[in-house]
Each structure stands twice: as C-alpha cells, then as structure tokens.
C-alpha cells in the first residue's frame, strides 16, 4: 500500500470517528455562494449539466490538491490567492513559483484551465468558479515552442515528478502533442504517478486545431482521457476529437476562464473539458478519501450518462458517456483492484522492454565413453621390392586366377580358327 493511501485510510478514520464525537453537527457544507442572478454563473451551463452543483451539497473538493501543467496560473486576486499552494517552473524561462504566464499567444491558457478546475468565485456569490472551489492548485508552468528553453518532453517528465512530490492527487494536462507514441522518459514519469496513486486527467485535442485523432499524452495507458461535447451533450466537431482511449466526456464549448490579469474570456476545447473532469476527481476525493486512483476514475466512468446510438460499452467519441458529477460523487459503485483506463507498468513491459522469462543455465552430466581396443603391434614393413604375404593374397593371387583362363580362350579361339580357314582352303571350287 502507497505512503499516500495509507494516509488517506487515516484520514477516513479520523472523519468517521469526528462525525460520532460532534453529535449533532451538520451532515452536510454550508451553502455555496451562488447568485442565481449573476450572468457570469448562468453563464457556466456545466454547473447544472454536469450536476455539479448537487455535488457541492456533499463536498466541494475540500483537502485535494490540483496540479496544472500549462503555461502558469496568474496571480489574480480573488481567483486564485489563496489556492495556489505552490508551483514551479519546468521551462526554464518562468518564474521560480510557476506564476508567471508563458507564450505570448498561451499565457492565459493556464489560468483558463485553472479557473474551471478550482476557481474561487466571489464571496458574494458572484464571477466564474470552479468545479471545486475548495480544492487546492499547484500551478507547474511549461513552454510551448518558441517559449521554451528546455525539450518540451523532458518539461513535461520534470513536471510529473514535482507535481506528485509536492502533493498533488490530481494532475491535469490540457495539451497534446497530435502523435499516438510519446517519449520513452514520460514512461518513468506517468508510471510514477500512478504508482503513487494520483488521478491523471488529460485532454483528448481538437480538431478545429489539426488534431484529427487523439495523441499522446491522451494515448497512455492509465490516464483518463476526456473528450468534449457543445452545450446539448453532442459530441462537438471543432473543440474536439475521437480516439479508442477516450473514457469521459465534458463540455468544451461555449467555455468561460480568467485570464491572468484577472479579465473573463470565453473559450472552447477538451483543454476546457480536461479541468471540468479533474475537479469533479477532486469532488470524489474529498468525498472518498478512502478510494485509490483506480476507484477515482472507476466511479467517473462508471456512472456516466449514456449517449444515445453511441457505441457500448465505450464510445470513440463519447467514451463511457457524459460526466455526471453527482452521480460519482454519492452513487453506490462496487471497487476494483486495476486501472479502468489500463495498466501502464503492463504494457512497458510488453512493447518497451520486451522481458522474458530467464531461462536456466542447462545442467551438463558427462558421458562415460568405453576405452578403445589396444592397436595391432607394428609388423616389419620389408622391402619394397619384394612381395608380402598382403600383396600376394590380395594381388598376385587374384590377378593370376584372371588372367590365365583369358589366356587359354584366346588360343582356343586362335586355334579354331586356324582350322576354319584351312578346312576352306582344301575345299574344290565348283
């Protein structure tokens, strides 16, 4: 058992034995501030499509720390103070706290994912929040192109390993990089997260920006992969893609974040779909600190809404359906012992490392072999010239036995014929 689920079971125990010793307390958090009449939060549809305002009943994410690999979460006021615990930069062009906004073109793009995974909303009940509004944030700033100084896959490697050192039970990851196969250094640095027991949450991509098909990191076993839908819960052309790897849908259209300098922009993509599935991970969390990874995810894909026509169990557009926040925050799900989405560690073994079983060293028995009989003592070779007992019994001998009979019927022969010719001789002409 991992270091970090052991002390989620403490934590358990320790909520299950205050629940008895504050008797009389209340069940449930106190209500979100919510103004109803806040064109902004009406604005957010996912809030009720997804139900996630049902699950705020329950919890709001409370205790679970969100890191977000992009460009950097913003330093607004409000927003983001005091949910950014910590951050980093994996670049080398940020800041030191993973604050500072890289890209010229990017640099909102973090604090866009961010504000819909954990945004705080006002007090009074006004502007954008998140999907748990009480979760933590860890803001890991990367460089895209021109805006890096550092391969972009050893940023991302550098960037799993901090993220799960300082905490983080989720990870979000709203990039892609349009191929199916990845770097073999992020095999080492998703394999550690998951075997520390952290959620990993990535986009699917977009077609709208050249991505015809998934790629990785959307290709890794073990992630949860998450496609994007437009406001009616149909699969969008534009702000998404299809891909077998895909597990969970969310809306990607129609978006709103806060941009770094604190202004609302609207938006689309699985980039946007990505931190909606990760704080409804962080709502599960919170809720069931008792649960591994594998049950996080099982729960989400578990009690998906069905898509009509969309193929079963598991769609390349819709993945198991579409994210009901409610349902996999209080439904009754049986666990499992594995990843859902698949065993990363599994398939290394197979199309990375190849490993067979040893084979043991062949034990060798000597074989006892009779001795050879004595060899015939030498025997005086003579002279040359004269013959051996050998010589005449293999070749004077036989060559005699042959050659005299020849040599009688050759003058038998001769003689008969001699008497032919003489008996002609003698005869009369006639």
């Not at 866009?112 to 995974?117: D, F, I």
């Not at 959620?199 to 990191?217: K, M």
């Not at 909606?276 to 969390?285: N, S, T, W, Y």
């Not at 894909?301 to 598991?314: C, E, L, M, N, S």
Request: proline fraction near 8%; glycine fraction near 10%; aromatic fraction near 4%.
């Amino acid at each position: 058992m991992s270091p970090r689920r052991m002390l989620r079971d403490a934590v358990a125990v320790a909520m299950v034995v205050a629940s008895v010793l504050l008797l009389g307390a209340a069940a449930t958090p106190a209500p979100v501030p919510d103004d109803p009449k806040d064109p902004v939060r009406a604005s957010e549809y996912w809030l009720d499509g997804a139900r996630i305002r049902e699950a705020w009943q329950t919890t709001r994410g409370k205790g679970v720390t969100i890191a977000v690999i992009d460009t950097g979460i913003g330093k607004v006021p409000g927003t983001f103070d005091d949910a950014v615990v910590g951050g980093t930069d994996v670049s080398g062009a940020g800041s030191a706290d993973g604050r500072t906004p890289l890209g010229a073109v990017d640099g909102n793009h973090g604090s866009w994912v961010a504000s819909l995974a954990a945004g705080r909303g006002a007090p009074d009940g006004t502007g954008m929040i998140g999907v748990a509004p009480e979760a933590n944030l860890l803001s890991v700033s990367v460089g895209f192109g021109a805006a890096a100084a550092v391969p972009f896959t050893e940023q991302v490697a550098k960037a799993m390993r901090w993220a799960v050192d300082n905490g983080a039970d989720v990870i979000n990851l709203s990039f892609t990089t349009n191929t199916l196969d990845w770097d073999k250094s992020w095999d080492d640095a998703f394999l550690y997260a998951f075997e520390h027991d952290v959620v990993v949450v990535v986009a699917a991509g977009n077609r709208g920006s050249g991505t015809s098909i998934i790629g990785a990191p959307a290709t890794i076993p073990g992630v949860l992969t998450v496609g994007g839908v437009d406001q009616t819960g149909t699969a969008s052309v534009e702000a998404s893609t299809q891909g077998i790897t895909i597990g969970i849908s969310a809306p990607s259209e129609g978006l709103l974040g806060v941009s770094a300098d604190g202004s609302l922009a609207s938006w689309s993509g699985t980039s946007g779909a990505a931190p909606i599935v990760a704080g409804i991970a962080a709502l599960v969390r919170s809720a069931h600190p008792d649960l591994d990874a594998a049950n996080v995810i099982n729960r989400i894909i578990q009690t998906a809404i069905p898509v009509d026509g969309a193929k079963k169990p598991r769609d390349p557009l819709y993945g198991y359906g579409l994210v009901d926040a409610m349902a996999a925050v209080k439904s009754d799900v049986p666990e499992v012992d594995q990843n859902p989405m698949g065993d990363l560690a599994e398939w290394i073994r197979l199309y990375r490392k190849a490993e067979t079983v040893p084979q043991s060293e062949p034990t060798l028995t000597p074989v006892a072999v009779p001795p050879l009989p004595d060899a015939d003592a030498p025997t005086d070779a003579g002279s040359p010239l004269l013959p051996s007992a050998d010589s005449l019994r293999y070749g004077t001998l036989p060559l005699i036995a042959l050659t005299v009979p020849g040599i009688l019927v050759a003058l038998g022969v001769t003689a008969a014929a001699r008497r032919i010719r003489s008996a002609r001789a003698r005869t009369p002409l006639s």
